[in-house]
């Protein structure tokens, strides 16, 4: 399984969210991306255990884009990160179907708690 973490600006956001997935998951399992062709091209590639988990921080384009190229597999499990709770946001954020959306602005303590959980039911082999 791989953590797979997307942020396109390098800001203190998405360098403490980075903080709190590190103290979730094992280091070797975080994958970093900062362009969206490269999280584009990560997407294409088939998942060796289909158990993936993307923890994504996008803008409104971002989520427009990514539900564009449709390369997200039904097994990759996502949580999204939102810059705000506009309700244009928020409908394309749904297209994604993340299993947990939060926001920039929050302490990331809910995302620390989801993604432990994620990865251990799949640890333990469960869905």
Request: charged share 25%.
């Amino acid at each position: 399984m791989s953590i797979i973490y997307f942020h396109s600006n390098i800001n203190k956001t998405a360098s403490r969210l980075l903080k709190v997935i590190k103290t979730a998951a094992p280091k070797e399992r975080i994958e970093l991306y900062q362009s969206i062709e490269e999280l584009s091209k990560r997407l294409r590639q088939p998942s060796i255990k289909n158990n993936d988990i993307a923890i994504l921080i996008l803008s409104i384009n971002e989520i427009h884009y990514i539900c564009s190229i449709k390369y997200l597999s039904n097994n990759i499990r996502i949580i999204l990160i939102l810059s705000d709770s506009a309700v244009e946001t928020i409908a394309a954020a749904c297209r994604l179907h993340p299993r947990y959306t939060g926001y920039m602005d929050s302490n990331f303590k809910d995302i620390s708690m989801v993604l432990k959980k994620m990865i251990n039911k799949k640890d333990k082999g469960q869905a």
